[in-house]
Nanobody, 123 residues
Framework: QVQLVESGGGLVQAGGSLRLSCAAS????????MGWFRQAPGKEREFVAT??????YYGDSVKGRFTISRDNDKNTVYLQMNSLKPQDTAVYYC??????????????????WGQGTQVTVSS
């Protein structure tokens, strides 16, 4: 059974940092794109970042502040979030792409999802 488990969310002041982790089990995802998405209340799910064999990609709103990385030996992906802003407040989800060797920014292309972790940035 495939599971993705996020951790590292919490409450932080504007300008602060958080590091999210996503541990995968039940399958090796080294050949799959792993992404982070977020959803704020009343808003659509938004692409944050993805990492694949072709590189790393970021949403415009987080470019230059967030960094995605992965440790394939640990089957874990990370999201380092710096210079956080109140508008970064959302539930952050980790996801694995449905197909190996594909990269996408569309959440519908991701077939496995974690339960989400809340990130709250106070002003």
């Amino acid at each position: 059974q495939v599971q993705l488990v996020e951790s590292g969310g919490g409450l932080v002041q504007a300008g602060g940092s958080l590091r999210l982790s996503c541990a995968a089990s039940g399958r090796t995802f080294s050949m799959y794109a792993m992404g982070w998405f977020r959803q704020a209340p009343g808003k659509e799910r938004e692409f944050v970042a993805t990492i694949s064999w072709s590189g790393t990609y970021y949403g415009d709103s987080v470019k230059g502040r967030f960094t995605i990385s992965r440790d394939n030996d640990k089957n874990t992906v990370y999201l380092q979030m710096n210079s956080l802003k109140p508008q970064d407040t959302a539930v952050y989800y980790c996801a694995a792409h449905k197909l190996p060797r594909y990269t996408s920014f569309d959440y519908s292309d991701y077939g496995y999802w974690g339960q989400g972790t809340q990130v709250t940035v106070s002003s």
